[in-house]
């Protein structure tokens, strides 16, 4: 992108620079510490210049807003045409709560519902079997027969709103109960929209709730996302998610290395059951985490966006919509505190801008106290305000791609991909050149963990 005479100059430049100036300085002040890096221990430079993204191409690895390969973002205005869906996780107790905390969020002014659900729940255990003594409705709402899915969702218009369910072994079943639901109610199930996790392979990876063995697993996913394409078409059958590997403890490049290639092995195993890519491929999502390295954060989803591009046209030869990646994004639950639980507010403050300034197309704000229960209704409302406030009075919602050719930026994007596209190679050598036996292997041997 930059001419070579003046990269020549910027060079020469930088070394005086680093001599008369910056030499003196740390002799004489020093800096805080002697190492700089990330909450990922990626290290960080002092300073970038345009001889960090010297070898960039501005329309192959940047392009434009709503054009492959999508790293300035999927839609050509962003949030000028609209904010991202704010959809704040919640669930507990009876299916009743459960519907008045819903109800509270929207009048509050949330515009996506993403439903929790209890260990028995998402284990496909009923309420009443032994397994599920002392778990029911603790850390989600319990769901055991369809008449619990029509309270959760009384008064509400299925026709309108778009709905998230974080379930994963016995997301099939949870799907079945709210289509169920709107035929019940009359309504198109071509007009539901929603997203069901469904990512039984990051389960294995990282969250640990399963039924079944990671091949039928997978096999279960492909029939849903079979249904799907036929019966939901504006319902997303599945969410990729890093959500999870990056709590129990990966790095940033791990957390979008193992996500990507979960994504290409669910592509390969919807191929080989003879779907079409340009058929499904749109209707697949992702989830990722939201931490505190603000930077590295906002590198890691242009990263994702580019990555993603460029792995379906090359080895899938997916048109446009099925290159282009759709995200929600949740700040990290793992950098809350017990202690000081009102200092959470400026951690998930940070971590929800990132997001923003990422890119993504729906985002939950963890509540201050969640390291201590269940959120409260003040907490819960806390966290809606903050990406609200984001939206409206920050300005990060008025430019695409606001931080799109700062150096520092971009050089970190180039970083993020190179590094985990050399983990998805691993991968897929692991599978003798395909990704579902590579990241079946990979859960088997232990290699992600």
């Known amino acids: 992108?930059?001419?070579?005479?003046?990269?020549?100059?910027?060079?020469?430049?930088?070394?005086?620079?680093?001599?008369?100036?910056l030499a003196p300085a740390l002799d004489r002040d020093g800096e805080r510490r002697e190492r700089f890096a990330t909450v990922s221990d990626r290290e960080v430079d002092r300073l970038y210049t345009p001889a960090d993204v010297a070898d960039r191409d501005y329309d192959d690895d940047l392009g434009f807003p709503?054009?492959?390969?999508?790293?300035?973002?999927?839609?050509?205005?962003?949030?000028?045409?609209?904010?991202?869906?704010?959809?704040?996780?919640?669930?507990?107790?009876?299916?009743?709560?459960?519907?008045?905390?819903?109800?509270?969020l929207v009048e509050e002014g949330q515009t996506g519902l993403s439903t929790a659900f209890d260990m028995p729940s998402l284990m496909g255990l009923d309420s009443d079997d032994p397994m599920s003594d002392g778990e029911v409705g603790r850390e989600g709402v319990a769901v055991d027969t369809l008449r619990d899915m029509e309270i959760i969702f009384e008064g509400i218009d299925l026709s309108e709103v778009s709905t998230s369910f974080t379930i994963n072994p016995s997301a099939p079943v949870v799907y079945a109960m709210y289509v169920a639901l709107a035929d019940q109610r009359g309504i198109d199930r071509a007009e539901l929209r929603g997203t069901l996790q469904n990512d039984m392979l990051k389960e294995f990876i990282a969250q640990k709730e399963w039924v079944v063995p990671p091949r039928p697993s997978l096999d279960i996913v492909v029939d849903t996302v079979e249904f799907a394409v036929d019966e939901t078409p504006k319902f997303k059958p599945i969410s990729i998610s890093g959500y999870h590997i990056r709590e129990a403890g990966s790095t940033a490049v791990q957390e979008l290395a193992f996500t990507l290639a979960n994504g290409i092995a669910y592509v390969e195993a919807c191929r080989e059951r003879g779907l079409e890519v340009d058929e499904f491929g749109p209707q697949l999502?992702?989830?990722f985490n939201s931490h505190n390295a603000i930077f590295e954060e906002v590198a890691k989803f242009r990263a994702a966006r580019r990555l993603w591009a460029r792995l379906m046209d090359e080895w899938h030869d997916a048109g446009e919509a099925a290159r282009a990646m759709k995200f929600h994004t949740q700040t990290a639950g793992q950098s809350l505190t017990a202690q000081q639980p009102?200092?959470?507010v400026a951690r998930v403050t940070i971590q929800a801008l990132a997001g923003v300034l990422?890119?993504?197309?729906?985002?939950?704000?963890?509540?201050?106290?969640?390291?201590?229960?269940?959120p409260s209704e003040e907490a819960v409302r806390v966290a809606l305000r903050t990406q609200q406030i984001i939206a409206?009075?920050?300005?990060?919602?008025?430019?695409?791609?606001?931080?799109?050719?700062?150096?520092a930026v971009e050089a970190l994007t180039d970083e993020t991909e190179a590094d985990a596209m050399a983990y998805i190679e691993a991968i897929r050598?692991?599978?003798?050149?395909?990704?579902?036996?590579g990241v079946l292997a990979g859960i088997e041997d232990g290699y992600f963990h």
Not at 392 to 407: C, K, M, R
């Open 66 to 104: 709503g054009e492959p390969p999508y790293t300035r973002g999927v839609y050509p205005t962003m949030y000028r045409g609209r904010t991202w869906t704010m959809r704040q996780f919640a669930g507990f107790g009876t299916p009743r709560e459960t519907n008045e905390r819903f109800h509270y």
């Open 342 to 344: 009102l200092n959470n």
């Open 1 to 21: 992108m930059y001419d070579a005479e003046d990269l020549s100059s910027i060079r020469e430049a930088r070394d005086r620079w680093e001599s008369e100036r």
């Open 358 to 374: 990422g890119g993504t197309q729906s985002l939950h704000t963890n509540s201050f106290d969640e390291a201590l229960a269940l």
């Open 429 to 437: 050598e692991l599978g003798d050149g395909s990704m579902v036996e």
């Open 392 to 407: 409206e009075e920050s300005g990060a919602a008025d430019i695409v791609d606001p931080l799109g050719g700062s150096f």
């Open 285 to 287: 999502s992702f989830f």
